[in-house]
């Protein structure tokens, strides 16, 4: 059983690495944007304006771009995806899930972060 995940801010190549290491190691491949997709369906940007902001733009709900709410913003964004992570990776017997969300200090029990 291995399960990875590959965090780190957008554009840093977390989709490439996980593409090689899943070539590698001959596992599936999940990218967490998906998972966010799956779980607006039925709901509104208004009502979980989370599930529909990347961690690029999350900031824009706590107000003007600066440090504080950036970082606000990716706590908000980690908040609202945590149960579907945890459902996600806990059904899965081998994976390597990419994100810039993943918090590692609430999956590092399911398997192996890698920032």
Do not use: W
Not at 16 to 39: A, C, Q, R, T, V
Not at 80 to 87: G, P, S, T
């Amino acid at each position: 059983m291995s399960k990875i995940f590959i965090y780190g801010v957008p554009g840093v190549g977390k989709t490439h690495i996980s593409k090689e290491l899943g070539k590698k190691l001959n596992l599936p491949i999940f990218e967490g944007d998906k998972l966010k997709s799956n779980l607006r369906k039925g709901k509104s940007k208004k009502e979980n304006p989370f599930l529909f902001l990347g961690t690029c733009l999350a900031y824009q709900e706590f107000g003007e771009l600066n440090k504080e709410n950036v970082i606000k913003g990716l706590l908000a964004v980690r908040k609202d995806l945590e149960n579907a992570v945890r459902e996600h990776v806990e059904s899965n017997d081998e994976l390597i899930l990419e994100a810039a969300f993943l918090d590692p200090n609430k999956i590092k029990d399911l398997g192996r972060p890698i920032l």
